[in-house]
């Protein structure tokens, strides 16, 4: 198995997809967030409003930003033009919310990791709005459910 990030000495490198052809790539990560009883409750027409602002709202705002931001973060990331973010945020029950993140690209590299960064940026925000009602709150899972485009297509469900 070899690993893309690695040179031919051991080394990290930044894979070179000069030679790659531009093409239209989608990705959706999911993650469940356990909330709470306390914390749901506090919620009306699926929004809090509290001092900092509309929790989803500002999340999903965060979320984008962390999708634009993939680059700064991880290091072997490339720097990408996006042409779009969705975020949908979901109370799925008394105690847990489902948050997923489309990105959207017409590019030479996949947006897997523009996904899952935008996903765990929502729910951190959302954490930290809500940290002041509970602190139990726990992001149980994140993971890449599709991806378009490029040398292979993937849905995990």
Same mark, same amino acid.
């Given at each position: 198995?070899?690993?893309?990030?690695?040179?031919?000495?051991? +080394?990290?490198?930044?894979? +070179?997809?000069?030679?790659?052809?531009?093409?239209?790539? /989608?990705?959706?990560?999911?993650? $469940?967030?356990?909330?709470?009883?306390?914390?749901?409750?506090?919620?009306? +027409? =699926?929004?809090?409003? /509290?001092?900092?602002?509309?929790?989803?709202?500002?999340? &999903?705002?965060?979320?984008?930003?962390?999708?634009?931001?993939?680059?700064? %973060?991880?290091?072997?990331?490339?720097?990408? %033009?996006?042409?779009?973010?969705?975020?949908?945020?979901?109370?799925?029950?008394?105690?847990?919310?489902? &948050?997923?993140?489309?990105?959207?690209?017409?590019?030479?590299?996949?947006?897997? !990791?523009?996904? %899952?960064?935008?996903?765990? $940026? /929502?729910? %951190? /925000?959302?954490?930290? !709005?809500?940290?002041? &009602?509970?602190? =139990?709150?726990?992001?149980? =899972?994140?993971?890449?459910?599709?991806?378009?485009?490029?040398?292979?297509?993937?849905?995990?469900?």
């Amino acid at each position: 198995m070899t690993f893309t990030h690695i040179n031919k000495k051991g +080394n990290p490198k930044m894979v +070179n997809v000069s030679d790659k052809k531009i093409t239209k790539r /989608t990705a959706i990560a999911k993650a $469940i967030m356990f909330l709470g009883k306390e914390v749901i409750s506090h919620f009306t +027409n =699926e929004e809090l409003i /509290t001092k900092k602002g509309p929790v989803f709202q500002t999340a &999903i705002i965060a979320g984008i930003q962390g999708v634009k931001k993939t680059s700064e %973060l991880i290091p072997m990331c490339h720097p990408l %033009l996006i042409n779009g973010v969705d975020i949908d945020i979901e109370i799925i029950d008394s105690e847990n919310i489902e &948050i997923f993140c489309k990105v959207t690209i017409e590019g030479k590299t996949g947006v897997e !990791m523009e996904a %899952l960064t935008g996903v765990n $940026i /929502t729910c %951190l /925000t959302i954490y930290d !709005m809500c940290k002041s &009602i509970s602190q =139990e709150m726990v992001i149980k =899972e994140v993971k890449l459910v599709e991806k378009t485009g490029g040398k292979s297509d993937i849905k995990n469900g």
